[in-house]
């Protein structure tokens, strides 16, 4: 994965931290800001209110009204997107090289000006409320937060995203204004760019479009989540399948154990139809469609998850073949040969997903949030490969004994 583009850095003079991606011949630009806030810096009257305002930031604005803001790109061929995370919200363009001025000023207006109209809101409320309906009809997803809210207990954390419908009654055009301009702040955001122009030009463009923006660095008041004791939870659900989880809490962002447990995850149930999992649970026995293994990293803490659905009468064994699959590794399953294999399918896999742009900028902008920089390429390549046997069979011990909760029928 060696990097070929180069990516450069710029303080605009309010504190507004920018990040440029050079790709030379790209027919493509990226544009948008990365904003540190999401579900976890809520309160429990307000769960959910990270997403609401990220849904109705396009609702129109001082200058635009929500068709306006919806043709703005759309009239040359380009998207407005954005989504929210625990910890972050991204709003951003993709559109066709050339149109860059557009799409800044665009994203500025909507950061600094966007109204909220009760008529809108109300609107949107209903379409968030599907979303909440339609998640809760999706127990493969709904387990994720879930297991979250059970590992995280007595965190923001924990919350999901979406919140309640209840709590999407309570949220008003002065609430979400209000909580645009505590968040939407230079010193809490970063704006990004990918594409073929230059540093230098992409700087000044940026510079002029966002110098509106402005306000004081906000209080954050969140502490890391206690650690809780290994749990096994079984909700009943009207659901044919057992859909499980079985995890662990592990290290945040700056864990040094991060580059050991990227490995391991992927080795456990990344894609790859080789993983152990998946070797143990679907390829020798038939009893899931997938079984996959993931992470869950924020700042300062995260969860490894392992999920798979299976027919009832077949979750206890299941349970006990991932169980046995993390002890052997604890054990010493990776010896250097398999390691050595291990860390080149991953290195490859990291190579094919560094050729989506959108994907690449967007995690580029998430690291710059919350480190001040991006990781290059060849430092992630070199830490990968020093990850030894020992490390791996370790930090498995440390996942046991995990945490399980189940959501299906009895």
Not at 211 to 226: D, E, K, L, N, T
């Amino acid at each position: 994965m060696k990097q070929t583009l180069k990516v450069s850095y710029h303080s605009a003079p309010s504190g507004l931290r920018m990040v440029h991606l050079h790709v030379p011949g790209c027919a493509v630009g990226y544009c948008g800001v990365a904003v540190r806030v999401g579900s976890r810096d809520e309160g429990d009257d307000r769960r959910g209110l990270a997403h609401f305002v990220e849904h109705t930031i396009f609702k129109g604005t001082d200058r635009r009204s929500p068709w306006h803001i919806i043709n703005r790109m759309e009239a040359v061929g380009g998207e407005l997107n954005a989504y929210t995370t625990k910890e972050e919200t991204v709003v951003y363009s993709v559109f066709p090289s050339g149109n860059l001025p557009r799409a800044a000023e665009l994203i500025s207006d909507l950061i600094c000006n966007s109204r909220f109209p009760d008529r809108e809101l109300d609107k949107e409320r209903e379409v968030v409320a599907d979303e909440i309906d339609s998640y809760l009809d999706t127990p493969s997803e709904a387990v994720f937060d879930d297991f979250e809210d059970l590992m995280f207990a007595g965190s923001a954390l924990g919350h999901n995203i979406l919140g309640s419908r209840k709590a999407l009654d309570t949220f008003t055009s002065d609430i979400c204004r209000d909580y645009l301009h505590r968040w939407y702040v230079p010193s809490n955001m970063v704006v990004f760019y990918a594409g073929n122009l230059g540093a230098d030009r992409v700087f000044s463009t940026l510079d002029r479009a966002f110098a509106p923006v402005g306000g004081p660095a906000p209080v954050r008041c969140v502490a890391v989540p206690p650690v809780v004791e290994p749990f096994d939870v079984h909700k009943t659900i009207d659901s044919h399948q057992c859909h499980t989880i079985v995890g662990a809490r592990v290290g945040g962002l700056d864990s040094p154990e991060r580059y050991a447990l990227a490995l391991l995850t992927n080795i456990l149930g990344g894609p790859g139809m080789n993983s152990l999992l998946n070797v143990a649970l679907r390829e020798r026995r038939g009893l899931v469609y997938s079984v996959e293994a993931s992470t869950g990293i924020f700042s300062d803490c995260g969860s490894l998850a392992i999920y798979y659905g299976c027919d009832p009468d077949d979750n206890a064994l299941c349970r006990r073949l991932v169980g046995e699959t993390l002890q052997s590794v604890a054990d010493g399953y990776m010896t250097d040969r398999r390691l050595d294999r291990a860390k080149k399918q991953y290195l490859g896999q990291l190579i094919i997903g560094s050729e989506n742009l959108e994907n690449r900028v967007l995690g580029i902008a998430r690291q710059t949030l919350f480190r001040g920089h991006a990781v290059p390429s060849d430092e992630v390549i070199e830490s990968i490969r020093s990850v030894t046997p020992d490390q791996i069979s370790t930090l498995a011990s440390t996942l046991l004994p995990t945490s399980t909760l189940t959501l299906g029928p009895r």
